[in-house]
């Protein structure tokens, strides 16, 4: 096993109801990364997991006449069935009501409490249940919630609070030094100058006004406050101040990069109280925060009161797994808001899978069958400037890709091979293989013609592998491709690896060509319930 280590988690979802395509999104790009990161060579460690205590929750389940552990184990039970139906590669799966999770919170917090860094006052906000968050008058947004935009009420309890305002400084100094922890920059940016640079208010770390929490181990009728309780997850899971602290130690330190996707809504509670916790701790802090946009629909965000939840169940049912992942990680701009329909997913499905790479494949297969009986002509380098600039073009894109995604711009990433995916469906065009192949004489340029697709497809296709599983898989399979040329190393050897193979004999398309009226209408149909 490599030395390289390499982290990375989804934040923790919570099982209030079941997941939409935003949370899936999140669980996509970071399942990309560690496929990526895996055929780079890295150890990976994945975490995903749920958030499962609060009031909300409490809430659900009494709505729903069941205890709240009933209630969280039953959504619990199809979120890791829908991960395991996407073939999510998650290391680990935290729940923050495992024991070993709760036992680390309160260890955490009555260290906290012993060194000083949490100390018993009374509190007084505005509180926003559904955000299950407290605010101060000045944070408020036209006197609602600033983070969803509701109702918020004035509530006063005893409470918990945790020394923020002692970490500001340090801090501060942290980002100084650390401008890339966060991408993109500007939200770093917007925290430090509406939060770190006021000076940091101390945060109220516990709750008495429900029970479903974990215990405040001194003072039981507390529970933890819910985001110093979920953001442990990310270290309770690894074994941190347990019995077996084995993965904490071998993934949770300075040579390991650690990185934490979240959504932009979240990005106080990471950049602010989990670095200021590890700080309190003296723990190593994550090397990057990768701060992801919204998923909306036309008109606006996706919510249960406008009915238009848009699940991932029936899109996979339709159209099978590669094309949701595809479409979110292609066509969701890299740290932005993007919006989804059910008329650009079948464009951009039909545009780059099924006329851009997988007819590429189809149409260069069967000439491979075609005009020399499935066998793939031996690499002997360039014989016209056209293998030339297709070669420099894939060169090209696999550079350009490995630089983005070693930024983690997955989108741009994509966007990278399909230029060389372009550029080799212009090379069919221009080097004209059926025309060759009528002329005896050519019969060394129809060779290259057919050696340098193959090769193409071959790289594209295992650059490509861990954005579209099935699809990819399917074509490097028709190639015929040996094992030890489908990684990253091999793609980056000269290229003309594949040579001289016998491909399959039934050429497929991977990628059926979807009619979109008829799709379009029967996504709107489909999309918006889960069986
Ligand atoms: N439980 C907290 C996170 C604690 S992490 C220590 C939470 N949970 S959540 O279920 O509400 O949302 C989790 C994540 O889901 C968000 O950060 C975001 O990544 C993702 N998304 C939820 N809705 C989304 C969209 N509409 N679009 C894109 N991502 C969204 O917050």
Redesign the pocket.
């Known amino acids: 096993m490599s030395n390289k280590k390499f982290y990375i988690s989804?934040?923790?979802?919570?099982?209030?109801g079941n997941?939409?395509?935003?949370?899936v999104?999140?669980t996509f790009m970071c399942d990309a990364i560690a496929r990526y990161k895996r055929a780079c060579g890295y150890d990976v460690y994945y975490l995903t997991g749920?958030?499962e205590h609060g009031q909300k929750i409490q809430d659900k389940a009494k709505e729903n006449n069941v205890t709240p552990q009933e209630y969280v184990d039953n959504i619990v039970a199809s979120i890791k069935q829908l991960w395991k139906e996407l073939e999510i590669t998650n290391t680990d799966y935290i729940r923050t009501t495992d024991l070993k999770h709760e036992q680390v919170v309160q260890k955490v917090f009555s260290k906290f409490l012993e060194q000083g860094d949490i100390y018993l006052g009374q509190y007084e906000g505005w509180y926003c249940k559904p955000c299950e968050s407290f605010f101060t008058q000045s944070q408020l947004v036209d006197g609602k919630c600033p983070d969803c935009g509701r109702e918020v009420t004035k509530e006063k309890e005893d409470a918990y609070f945790f020394k923020m305002s002692k970490y500001s400084g340090r801090l501060l100094d942290y980002y100084k030094s650390h401008a890339n922890a966060v991408t993109p920059s500007s939200r770093l940016k917007e925290v430090i100058t509406n939060f770190i640079e006021p000076g940091l208010e101390d945060l109220c770390v516990s709750r008495t006004s429900f029970d479903w929490g974990v215990k405040v181990k001194e003072d039981p009728h507390h529970v933890v406050y819910?985001?110093l309780d979920?953001?442990f997850?990310?270290v309770s899971a690894l074994g941190y101040n347990t019995e077996n602290p084995e993965l904490f130690e071998k993934y949770w330190n300075e040579e390991t990069e650690k990185v934490h996707?979240?959504?932009?809504?979240?990005t106080r509670?990471?950049l602010i109280y989990?670095p200021v916790f590890l700080m309190a701790l003296n723990l190593p802090l994550p090397d990057k925060f990768l701060v992801?946009?919204?998923?909306?629909m036309k008109e606006g965000?996706?919510s249960k009161s406008k009915g238009n939840v848009v699940y991932p169940e029936p899109i996979k049912e339709m159209y099978g797994m590669d094309l949701l992942r595809y479409y979110l990680l292609r066509e969701?701009p890299f740290c932005e808001?993007g919006v989804f329909t059910p008329e650009q997913f079948i464009e951009r499905c039909n545009t780059d899978l099924a006329n851009n790479y997988g007819n590429l494949a189809h149409r260069s297969l069967s000439m491979i069958r075609k005009y020399f009986g499935g066998r793939i002509p031996a690499y002997k380098g360039c014989i016209n400037e056209f293998d030339a600039g297709l070669e420099a073009a894939v060169k090209l894109s696999t550079n350009m890709f490995f630089e983005k995604m070693n930024n983690f711009d997955v989108t741009n990433a994509i966007a990278c091979i399909f230029e060389a995916i372009d550029k080799a469906n212009k090379y069919v065009d221009d080097t004209k293989p059926w025309a060759l192949a009528k002329d005896e004489a050519k019969k060394e340029e129809l060779e290259s013609v057919m050696c340098h697709l193959a090769n193409t497809i071959y790289t594209v296709s295992v650059l490509l592998s861990p954005f579209l599983l099935e699809g990819t898989t399917k074509i490097l399979n028709m190639l015929n491709c040996p094992e030890h040329l489908r990684n990253y190393e091999a793609i980056s050897l000269p290229f003309g690896q594949l040579g001289d193979v016998q491909i399959a004999d039934a050429i497929t398309p991977a990628y059926a060509r979807l009619d979109a009226a008829v799709e379009v209408e029967r996504m709107k149909e489909n999309i918006y319930t889960r069986k």
Not at 19 to 23: E, K, S, V, Y
């Open positions: 989804t934040p923790i979802y919570y099982p209030s997941l939409h395509i935003g949370h999104y999140t749920t958030d819910v985001w979920a953001l997850n990310y996707v979240l959504g932009k809504e979240i509670f990471h989990w992801h946009g919204w998923i909306i965000k996706m969701i808001d």
